[in-house]
């Protein structure tokens, strides 16, 4: 026969699987915004290596359009600024999250304990 898992028991486990949905949906945002942060890094070092009457070309919309390289590296620079903003925000929340999830995890693990105790530890059968 199953037991069936006391409702608070219950609650707390899918609190648990929801922190861990949040923390999985928290890295894998980060992730995107890091991948965009060593893109924007790329281009920022490709460009400082130019020189600085090189023609640069933009893709807006469907065109390609001239621009100036300065004002290319300022939008990159300003680009790359809220990026690092953005990786940061998530990597607090990200830390956050672990804490909490560490937390919920443990007061899992005690009503565990204190529903289901161990019965007859080390004892020979």
Known sequence: MTERLPPELQTELVKLQQLQEQLNRVIAERSVIDSQLREVNKVLDELKQLPSDTIIYKIVGNLLVKVNKDNVEKELDDQKTILELRSRTYQNQETKLRTQLEEKQKKVNE?????????????KA
């Open 111 to 123: 009503m565990l304990s204190k529903y289901y105790p161990q019965r007859g530890a080390g004892a």
